[in-house]
């Protein structure tokens, strides 16, 4: 799958696009929808919140389109206002409440969405599901900073915080996600021969 930032639009098709052509709209949302899904899929967790999102994302690009300056490919203006959704819902107190109202309240870690990897071979270990078991704005730092290219000072921008809160972030989620995927127990280590 192509990065988001790197999908650019003809400059005919955007204008015809400006001017309502619903064939040349259609066109820009066959070629940006996947990868903008993909990434707000990533940054929220939920897929029907991330549904809501990607709706809201799409309605807000083309309703924008004539603001488009062409200063940088369309995928990456788009994954601006991707992101800014991502945190205007990971920031919501309805968020922070059903947050709330999911955990077990005792302290402890939650518990994974998904089985361990104990029965899996090391090839079909599955990121998503390593990422699901970190908190959202654990899980959105992550995938900035690691996947999208953002730096410390700029997710810091982005959630409104100082860089130590991005680089704290980082740290203690790689810490979380090293220990997701260090073997478990007394399960045999693979020995290839």
């Known amino acids: 799958m192509t990065r988001l930032v790197e ?9 015809r696009a400006c ?12 070629a ?3 990868a903008t899904f ?6 929220i967790g939920n897929r029907s919140a991330s549904e809501d999102v990607f709706q809201e994302t799409m309605m807000s690009l083309f309703e924008r389109l004539a603001d488009f300056r062409r200063e940088a490919p369309l995928g990456a203006w788009l994954r601006q206002i991707a992101i800014s959704r991502c945190l205007m819902q990971l920031r919501s107190p309805w968020r922070r409440m059903l947050t709330c109202l999911e955990s077990s309240g005792d302290g402890e870690a939650p518990a994974r969405a998904y089985p361990a990897t104990a029965a899996l071979p090391p ?9 699901a078991t970190l908190a959202p704005t654990a899980r959105a730092v992550v995938w900035m ?12 921008a982005a959630f409104g915080r100082s860089v130590s809160f991005s680089k704290s972030q980082l740290a203690r989620a790689h810490v979380r996600l090293r220990a997701w995927f260090e073997p478990q127990g007394n399960r045999p280590t693979c020995i290839l021969s």
């Open 123 to 131: 090839e079909a270990i599955d990121m998503e599901r390593a990422l």
């Open 145 to 156: 900073y690691e996947v999208e290219g953002y730096s410390h000072a700029e997710i810091a």
């Open 32 to 34: 940006v929808a996947p």
């Open 38 to 43: 993909a990434l707000i899929r990533r940054l």
């Open 19 to 30: 001017a309502g052509e619903e064939g040349a709209q259609q066109l820009i949302y066959a």
């Open 7 to 15: 999908i650019a639009v003809p400059e005919a098709v955007w204008q």
